[in-house]
């Protein structure tokens, strides 16, 4: 069997890393198509050294765009790519341009077209994220489930003869990375001395009004306890046009972790704020509570189990990151740490 995976920005290259070793273990020829959507190191190269992934055998290096040029950019040069690897299956990973890309460029190519993290819904129609993930479930032929809620979902939108319920891959490369880092004793993440809250900020709906962001960035400003705050590319330029000054009182800015540091960060902290979907899974896995600054969430299971906190009025996020701590829990929605082994086995076994 012949997989080519496409990938292109750091979500997706953390999802990569326990289906790469997979692939590798039950002898899969595996073909790894980068498409350059993020490029910076710290979003890129840097996981592939951290997580152990094998370098990419294509590297489209695509770059930076509006939405349209970025995603055109890619479906022009993975048409080529496509033709020259002729995989018995293309995987696709998320909710990225890189991910509509992929499954845009397999269907008219008439290749069978695999939706790793599929069954997602935010039910927010203006997320850009939203409409590549229901397009790319429906291009697919398979759809590679990460919860039983997720596939309720394709069932409801009549697409269950083609769903897999196969556990969330990133719980193997998150639960395999916290037990590292505590064997380790994970030094490089001790981005504070004592208590500190974690956050992250990076969509559109939260950066690109200069007074919504004003807002969250003024509640990080006057939380009680230091604020550590993970600079996405864009949160920086967007705050920069805007002249709002992001190490404001409580706030302390420092670049994108790796991803080891980052498992480890989350693990020390006594919060987690963020509008990243991964996050707000991970911080679950790491139970860390997490309030997120959005009006839905993806991961409906971790505001279930009362982990997780939506909060789309910036004036509670103080309240939301300090609340009393959650009942412990064993549920785990997203497996125990063998879903990237079910991905594979699917794949293999199922009759396109």
């Given at each position: ?59 489209l290096g695509v770059g930076s765009g509006s939405h349209g040029v970025q995603t055109g950019a890619m479906l022009g040069a993975l048409d080529g790519v496509l033709e020259e690897h002729d995989p018995d299956w293309v995987l696709v990973y998320g909710d990225t341009n890189s991910t509509l890309a992929g499954a845009l460029s397999a269907v008219k190519m008439h290749l069978p077209l695999a939706h790793l993290e599929a069954g997602l819904r935010s039910f927010n129609r203006r997320m850009p994220e939203e409409h590549n993930r229901i397009l790319t479930d429906h291009a697919a032929d398979l759809c590679l489930a990460p919860t039983e809620r997720a596939a309720d979902h394709l069932r409801a939108e009549g697409l ?193």
């Amino acid at each position: 069997m012949k997989v080519l995976s496409v990938v292109g920005a750091r979500p997706q290259f953390v999802k990569l890393a326990p289906v790469a070793d997979a692939m590798s273990r039950h002898s899969v020829e595996h073909v790894i198509a980068h498409t350059g959507q993020h490029y910076d190191d710290n979003m890129s190269e840097v996981f592939f050294r951290d997580l152990g992934i094998p370098k990419p055998d294509v590297h489209l290096g695509v770059g930076s765009g509006s939405h349209g040029v970025q995603t055109g950019a890619m479906l022009g040069a993975l048409d080529g790519v496509l033709e020259e690897h002729d995989p018995d299956w293309v995987l696709v990973y998320g909710d990225t341009n890189s991910t509509l890309a992929g499954a845009l460029s397999a269907v008219k190519m008439h290749l069978p077209l695999a939706h790793l993290e599929a069954g997602l819904r935010s039910f927010n129609r203006r997320m850009p994220e939203e409409h590549n993930r229901i397009l790319t479930d429906h291009a697919a032929d398979l759809c590679l489930a990460p919860t039983e809620r997720a596939a309720d979902h394709l069932r409801a939108e009549g697409l269950s003869s083609r769903t897999v319920v196969t556990g969330d891959v990133m719980t193997d490369v998150c639960l395999a990375t916290a037990r590292r880092t505590a064997a380790e004793k994970q030094s490089r993440a001790a981005v504070a001395e004592g208590d500190y809250v974690l956050a992250t900020l990076h969509r559109a709906e939260n950066t690109d009004d200069p007074e919504r962001l004003r807002s969250v960035v003024e509640a990080l400003s006057v939380m009680p306890v230091p604020v550590v705050l993970t600079a996405h590319p864009r949160l920086l330029a967007r705050a920069q046009d805007h002249g709002i000054d992001l190490n404001a009182g409580s706030i302390s800015v420092i670049a994108p972790l790796d991803y080891a540091s980052m498992v480890a960060a989350v693990q020390q902290a006594l919060a987690v704020v963020t509008d990243s979907g991964g996050l707000q899974k991970e911080a679950f896995l790491l139970r860390t509570p997490c309030t997120t600054v959005r009006t839905e969430t993806e991961w409906a299971e971790t505001v279930d189990l009362r982990w997780n906190e939506l909060c789309p009025d910036p004036a509670d996020i103080v309240s939301s990151a300090l609340r009393v701590r959650p009942n412990e829990t064993d549920v785990a929605p997203y497996g125990t740490g063998n879903s990237a082994d079910l991905v594979v086995e699917t794949l293999a076994s199922w009759d396109r």
